[in-house]
């Protein structure tokens, strides 16, 4: 058999998603009107020999109970449970950390997910390339710009035979823009010796284990309020492990021509919902609304929202449960969550619509396009920094005829005089 783990993380990351993260942690945040995980289950439910799944992350059980019960009825046929690390103990430290609950009915091999991914998964295929090249790990790669890539695991390899050469996590200059997903298979023995082994020579010589320098934070670990020793602990699969399986010869990536893009910041979840969408709308689903004069498609609009006929809507827009949109108004490459209301005839472009938020009539709220291949969410405008979606969170309420351009809007805000480029605190 084969598994599949999806790292889900926990409240003390997604810090960039705020202010979404606020009100929801962020792999339940629903994009084309699901959760963000749930896209991956849809995907791991595609592979016949995957029966169970398990969450690892470090939220509170309470977190997740609702989504499992969800999930149980929409997956029958996989057993998903979660599993909480009592810290963070990194990408690899919380595989380590429940290796048994892993190893458990003897999988040979197993998936590895990153929760914050949106992408195809094309896990067949990854399967496959295992099997024939009777591989020890198989990454998901795809081949973005080179002044993006530095941002991400990046892979050299061997173009005929597949073969990863070298992995380097977030290195410092350029040396490949072929990327790592998030995205793994390992064989169960394999992964966990190669864990074992690091954790040994750890132990052995632990203060020769160098990290790399962290100028890029993101990718170094920033330890809890707690003790040093924790650190110790931590495990993190792309700089401790990955690079290891790179030196034996059965380490292959599969590269995806697929769409993929990584959901860090709030404004991701925009092109993460029009890819999803897309998606849905290609493989006819028939959870999407109908295409009309006033449904430029894709769009979902929940069963519960209430949109009025005269509302223009499309493409990729996602409304959600209960939220109402009024007569006359328009929704074009947006989120609408639950609860919110769009009154008559404003205009919502490139946004998200917090939980509850108000949009009075007339009013605009938008943000900026961004080229399909971008993978960040800001802008330069004006030689300024600022965010390419507007954003905002939760019970916010934005007064008729006003305009929001270009900003963030941290929860319960009223907004009721012109912004443009702003956070709003
Ligand atoms: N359970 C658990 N415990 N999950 C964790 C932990 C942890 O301590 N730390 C991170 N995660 C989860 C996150 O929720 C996310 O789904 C995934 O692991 C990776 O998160 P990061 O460690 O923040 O890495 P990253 O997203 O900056 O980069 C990774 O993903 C990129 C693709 O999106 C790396 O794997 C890159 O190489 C890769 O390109
Ligand atoms: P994920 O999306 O789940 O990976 O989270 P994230 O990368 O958005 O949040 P993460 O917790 O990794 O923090 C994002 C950035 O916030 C880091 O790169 C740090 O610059 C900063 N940060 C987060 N936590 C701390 C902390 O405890 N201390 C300091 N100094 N900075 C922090």
New binding site residues.
């Given amino acids: 058999p084969t598994k599949a783990v999806i790292?889900?993380?926990?409240p003390s990351?997604g810090t960039r998603f705020r202010p979404l993260s606020l009100d929801a942690p962020k792999p339940l945040f629903d994009v084309a009107g699901h959760p963000i995980i749930w896209h991956n289950l849809k995907a791991i439910e595609k592979v016949e020999s995957v029966k169970e799944v398990i969450l690892?992350?470090?939220y509170d059980e309470s977190v997740f109970r609702d989504f499992l019960k969800d999930s149980a009825r929409e997956f029958p046929q996989l057993k998903i449970q979660y599993l909480r690390?009592y810290q963070?103990?990194?990408?690899a430290?919380?595989l380590y950390h429940f290796r048994d609950a892993i190893l458990k009915g003897k999988p040979e091999r197993f998936f590895v997910l990153?929760?914050?991914?949106c992408c195809s998964f094309p896990l067949n295929e990854m399967l496959k390339l295992f099997d024939d090249k009777d591989a020890e790990a198989v990454i998901l790669g795809t081949r973005i710009s080179n002044d993006a890539a530095t941002n991400?695991?990046c892979i050299v390899s061997d173009a005929h035979t597949k073969r990863v050469l070298h992995y380097v996590?977030k290195p410092e200059s350029h040396i490949s823009n072929l990327?790592?997903?998030?995205v793994y298979l390992f064989d169960t023995e394999t992964i966990f010796s190669s864990i074992k082994s690091t954790i040994k020579r750890r132990t052995e010589r632990p203060r020769l284990i160098a990290y790399p320098s962290s100028e890029n934070l993101?990718?170094s670990y920033i330890g809890g309020e707690d003790d040093d020793d924790s650190s110790k602990e931590v495990l993190r699969l792309?700089q401790d492990i990955l690079s290891d399986l790179a030196d034996s010869n059965r380490f292959f990536v599969h590269e995806t021509k697929d769409f993929w893009r990584?959901i860090k910041t709030a404004g991701s979840a925009v092109p993460a919902n029009a890819l999803y969408l897309q998606k849905a709308f290609q493989s006819q689903s028939e959870e999407l609304a109908k295409p009309s004069a006033n449904v430029l498609p894709p769009v979902f609009i929940h069963p519960t929202a209430e949109v009025d006929p005269t509302a223009k809507l499309g493409p990729n827009v996602s409304i959600g449960p209960r939220a109402v949109v009024g007569p006359g108004a328009r929704v074009k490459e947006s989120i609408v969550l639950e609860d919110a209301e769009i009154k008559h005839d404003a205009c919502v472009l490139y946004s998200i619509i917090g939980w509850s938020s108000k949009v009075g009539a007339w009013a605009r709220v938008e943000g900026t396009p961004t080229p399909v291949t971008s993978h960040s969410t800001s802008i330069i405008k004006n030689g300024v920094k600022v965010q390419s979606v507007t954003i905002l969170g939760k019970e916010c309420s934005v007064a008729n005829e006003v305009r929001v351009q270009n900003c963030v809007c941290l929860p319960n805000k009223e907004l009721k005089r012109d912004v443009a480029n702003e956070v709003i605190m």
């Fill in positions: 790292l889900v993380g926990g990351r690892i992350g470090y690390e963070a103990l990194g990408t430290g919380g990153n929760a914050d991914v991400f695991g996590e990327i790592n997903c998030g993101e990718s792309e990584q």
